[in-house]
């Protein structure tokens, strides 16, 4: 007689082994670069109000000669100001969990919700910047390989119907220092935020290896832009910042800019915040949070003041 009755544990379907991998992977988040090149307002943060109101001065008119005359007083003329003022506001969002899901889960789940909260985070600061950069009152318009439309309203002419190349990058570069006189932000440089798709344009130019030839030979290689004309790329594949525009989506945005472009207001620098537990330590949270604004220093197309040249359409 047997010692021993086997029986099996399940009484139909099929057997299973699953097996939970040590790693957890993460969904990739889109690039962020525009928060990098604001100005944060000096002498503003906590306590100080919910507006700060930045001072500018305006340019002293270059008169057709300044010659004086022994017995003729010196004229006088108008020094001017103006203001701006930037009004902050609350930002943040949250992820609640339980104590549950964190007890009985093989991984610990607070660690990757921070993890995604804070590329949240960096991808709506990224989204507020680059609409205030997008404020700009000077609307560059590419409408067709060779030609342009500018405009300093605030409004774009019409769609664009050609991407970015050598031609439109040159036109952007001498205007902005000939016609607006912008001053560079580093060194003698601008710096050009473009959609992939705008790059695109620029390195399919027939000019663009003859350019980095002896420039630098490893840019098409790597896939860079770099510098031409006096203006640095950066590439930015963050949709909500800037898009893929013009007829049948053609250009790829992109704001070219110089000093003093966009200031930063922050009354608190945001920041990650666990919430205090509920019902007895169960209900848990963990949230980002922040009071701060973007805006443009001069909403303005007056040349010596303009900052910001924002390839756009309609």
């Known amino acids: 007689m047997a010692q021993f009755t086997w029986n099996f544990d399940a009484p139909t379907g099929t057997?299973?082994?699953f097996t939970l991998a040590a790693k957890l992977y993460e969904a990739a988040v889109e690039n962020s670069v525009f928060v990098d090149h604001v100005r944060t307002v000096d002498g503003y943060g906590r306590n100080s109000g919910e507006t700060v109101t930045l001072t500018r001065v305006r340019n002293i008119t270059e008169p057709l000669d300044a010659t004086l005359e022994e017995t003729v007083r010196i004229p006088e003329d108008i020094f001017n100001l103006a203001t701006k003022s930037i009004t902050v506001g609350e930002i943040g969002r949250a992820v609640p969990f339980?104590?549950?899901s964190?007890?009985?889960?093989?991984?610990?789940?607070?660690n990757?919700?921070?993890?995604?909260?804070r590329d949240q985070m960096r991808l709506v600061l990224d989204t507020k910047a680059a609409a205030a950069f997008k404020k700009a009152s000077v609307k560059y318009v590419p409408t067709g390989a060779a030609t342009n439309s500018i405009t300093t309203?605030?409004?774009?002419?019409?769609?664009?119907?050609?991407n970015m190349n050598f031609f439109h990058v040159e036109e952007i570069r001498d205007y902005m220092f000939d016609t607006l006189q912008v001053p560079p932000l580093e060194g003698d440089d601008y710096l050009?935020?473009?959609?992939t798709l705008g790059l695109r344009g620029i390195k399919r130019d027939?000019?663009?290896?003859v350019w980095h030839q002896y420039q630098d030979a490893q840019a098409k290689y790597n896939g860079e832009v770099g510098r031409i004309e006096g203006v640095r790329f950066i590439e930015c594949n963050h949709a909500k910042a800037l898009g893929k525009?013009?007829?049948a989506n053609v250009l790829g945005e992109g704001v070219v800019f110089g000093e003093d472009a966009i200031a930063l207001a922050e009354a608190m620098t945001p920041e990650l915040r666990a919430a205090i537990p509920g019902d007895f330590g169960r209900s848990r949270a963990v949230a980002w949070y922040g009071i701060l604004a973007f805006d443009i220093i001069w909403d303005t197309g007056n040349a010596g003041e303009a900052r910001i040249v924002h390839v756009a359409s309609t």
């Open 153 to 162: 309203n605030g409004t774009p002419s019409g769609a664009a119907s050609s």
């Open 245 to 247: 525009i013009g007829t």
């Open 102 to 110: 964190n007890d009985l889960s093989k991984y610990d789940t607070e």
């Open 112 to 117: 990757p919700i921070q993890r995604k909260l």
């Open 192 to 195: 050009g935020i473009f959609r």
């Open 98 to 100: 339980t104590s549950l």
């Open 15 to 17: 057997y299973k082994n």
């Open 206 to 209: 027939s000019k663009f290896e």
